[in-house]
């Protein structure tokens, strides 16, 4: 939630700052990790990335024994603990990474992708949102499973080519490559006020700095 709301329900909360600095020096030493494992490597934020590892394993060497090499490390050089998914696609690696926080490792083996995701929530497939979960369930689909069910012409009238995107995900297939570099297509700058400004003049104030610095980037 927005600090400023934070501290009107708790106002005795300690409130520490940010360091952005720290956290990319961190993220750096982590990610530096994960590129000695392959060359395609996707950073998608501070603290997540896609690895493919399909040309890159030492021979008899399995993913699942790459991912604990890589959670130890991470933890040794710097104290942290790391989520992993093992997957044959980027979105179902990411799911199953999110299982078992903190610190947990789930591996789908190829071929059993549709059977690992048919028990989980709508909600928990990549790609839904609030609005797509409530219209989903609206139609009677809550797991993934009624989903991978569901006539893929009926989605398709709900939810245009996402309808058959989504379908094809229930189904575990997910064949989007990992980039190792993307040209962003945008640049931002944002910050939120620790309580409610409504004095213009200050506002236009904190715009123009943050204005400054995204055109300073």
Do not use: N
């Not at 690895?51 to 024994?65: I, S």
């Not at 929530?121 to 609005?131: A, F, K, N, W």
């Amino acid at each position: 939630m927005p600090m400023s709301q934070a501290l009107r329900k708790c106002p005795q909360a300690v409130v520490l700052p940010g360091r952005m600095d720290r956290y990319a020096d961190v993220s750096s030493t982590i990610m530096a990790i994960l590129g000695r494992r392959t060359p395609l490597l996707e950073q998608m934020s501070v603290d997540e990335a896609y690895l493919d590892l399909t040309h890159w394993l030492p021979e008899g060497v399995t993913p699942e024994q790459v991912a604990r090499e890589i959670q130890a490390e991470v933890l040794e050089k710097t104290g942290l603990s790391c989520s992993v998914g093992v997957a044959s696609g980027k979105a179902i690696a990411k799911m199953a990474s999110d299982l078992k926080k903190p610190g947990g490792l789930v591996v789908v083996p190829p071929g059993e992708e549709a059977a690992f995701l048919a028990p989980l929530s709508i909600g928990q497939l990549r790609g839904v949102g609030e609005t797509t979960e409530r219209k989903l369930r609206e139609l009677g689909i809550e797991t993934v499973g009624k989903l991978a069910d569901f006539p893929v012409k009926v989605l398709e009238q709900f939810f245009g080519v996402a309808g058959r995107d989504l379908y094809a995900l229930a189904h575990g297939i997910d064949d989007s490559p990992v980039v190792p570099e993307r040209q962003a297509k945008s640049l931002g700058r944002e910050i939120t006020f620790a309580a409610d400004i409504g004095d213009r003049r200050a506002l236009e104030r904190t715009l123009l700095e943050l204005s400054d610095e995204v055109a300073e980037r």
